[in-house]
């Protein structure tokens, strides 16, 4: 894999996030509104905090689109951070000149909580480790790359990557599975995707979700926070993307490694996950039932969540992370101080959310789509996304046909005609006509 290579850069409180993506084919349809839409889904859910009535989220398109088209250029994305004209001087590029600096200086002792340097570190956050690794005596210099608000970028860019997914027939989409020890029930899971996307929690089913704002409430009364589950389930994947060949190919790691990184998952698995640990083992793997109509492959049960063997089998693609309590509290845990070593009785607070389990899985969906966009232009390719298109037409046509028998001792030729010995399919010489 590799054919999609994308960074972000920025800081949670800078002028603005950006990202660029390169590997992009030409052709393909995209514009500001689509990407507008997830930017919009991630900001919204039951426990958010008051940072999301601060912003607006819409990424602006720099580069590598031109009337609505992409161009095989690479893309630079822009989401301005609104709240930056409230951190300008703490926040600056350029360095503090004599005036600047002794206004922040008076600030701090005043009180300005933006502008008092950060040393009491959090539990649970990125703070002491990242001050100790790169030299900081000042947290914010930490707390603003390593906070969720990078994950904007992310999901700017998941919206390319969903636009070269639709244009090859896959759908991504995530819902919310669990919040604080409540869970869906599957039984209970009524709601349309529209009509759980549109619900406080992005939940499927709504008895559960009532539970799950009672938990957020409850977590909220007491100065706390909770984590939860989320789900994302892709449709359309052919049998086939990813490899068993090497460990840095197959899609289940890339899909782990993809979903791990973000800022507050501790845990990932597929289809059943770690429940199979539970189980034995005919009732855990999926039964083939054979080849159906228009030559597809059929499993019985998706246990496996849509991959075997580091590749796709054909099935729906299912992936859960676990979202850990966010690790800012309004009721801060004690801690330790980063300069002087010695305990205190509460951590730094930042402005945070109670609950972002709906906005991970959104974020989840980006990191999902860049990675499966990668895949699918690694194995069908394509300078163009039309070229990409007809690529994986005849590849579906190809693992659609019925199999040739396999001859004993003998070989295939690329057609798929088995021969032996010096004789080769079509009156070729032997040894030409490029042979597996």
Request: with cysteine; glycine share 14%.
């Amino acid at each position: 894999m590799g054919r999609l290579r994308w960074l972000t850069a920025g800081e949670s409180h800078g002028r603005s996030l950006a990202v660029t993506i390169e590997g992009v084919p030409a052709g393909l349809p995209l514009g500001a509104d689509e990407l507008a839409v997830d930017l919009a889904r991630r900001q919204r859910g039951y426990g958010r905090g008051a940072r999301q009535a601060i912003e607006h989220d819409r990424a602006e398109i720099v580069s590598g689109v031109r009337h609505g088209l992409t161009l095989g250029s690479p893309i630079l994305l822009l989401v301005a951070n609104r709240d930056w004209d409230n951190w300008t001087d703490v926040m600056q590029v350029e360095g503090l000149d004599d005036d600047r600096a002794a206004g922040l200086a008076a600030a701090a002792a005043d009180g300005n909580k933006r502008a008092t340097p950060v040393t009491r570190v959090r539990p649970g956050h990125a703070d002491l480790a990242g001050a100790l690794k790169y030299g900081f005596n000042d947290v914010r210099n930490v707390l603003e790359r390593a906070s969720a608000r990078e994950t904007a970028a992310r999901v700017a860019a998941g919206g390319v990557a969903r636009a070269i997914l639709g244009a090859l027939g896959v759908d991504v989409w995530s819902f919310t599975a669990e919040v604080g020890g409540v869970a869906v029930d599957p039984a209970r899971a009524t709601r349309s995707r529209a009509e759980a996307d549109d619900s406080p929690l992005r939940c499927p089913d709504p008895e559960a979700e009532a539970a799950m704002i009672a938990r957020i409430d409850e977590a909220r009364s007491n100065g706390d926070t909770v984590g939860g589950v989320f789900e994302v389930v892709g449709h359309g994947l052919p049998i086939g993307v990813g490899s068993y060949v090497h460990w840095d190919r197959r899609l289940d790691a890339a899909l782990a490694a993809a979903v791990m990184s973000i800022n507050i998952v501790k845990g990932v698995e597929f289809g059943l996950g770690f429940e199979q640990t539970k189980r034995f083992g005919s009732a855990v793997h999926d039964v083939i039932a054979g080849r159906g109509e228009g030559g597809r492959w059929i499993h019985r049960s998706n246990n496996a969540g849509g991959l075997t063997g580091g590749i796709t089998n054909g099935e729906p693609l299912v992936v859960r992370g676990a979202v850990k309590p966010i690790s800012t509290l309004a009721r801060p845990l004690p801690s330790a101080d980063l300069v002087s070593g010695e305990p205190v009785d509460k951590a730094h607070y930042e402005r945070s959310d109670i609950s972002v389990v709906p906005a991970a899985g959104v974020v989840a969906e980006a990191m999902v789509m860049l990675t499966l966009a990668d895949a699918m232009l690694d194995k069908f390719g394509g300078d163009t996304i039309a070229d990409t298109r007809d690529a994986l037409d005849r590849y579906v046509g190809r693992i659609s046909r019925p199999i040739e028998a396999p001859v004993a001792g003998g070989r295939r030729t690329a057609r798929g005609v088995p021969v032996t010995g010096g004789e080769t399919a079509g009156g070729d010489e032997a040894g030409s006509g490029g042979d597996d």
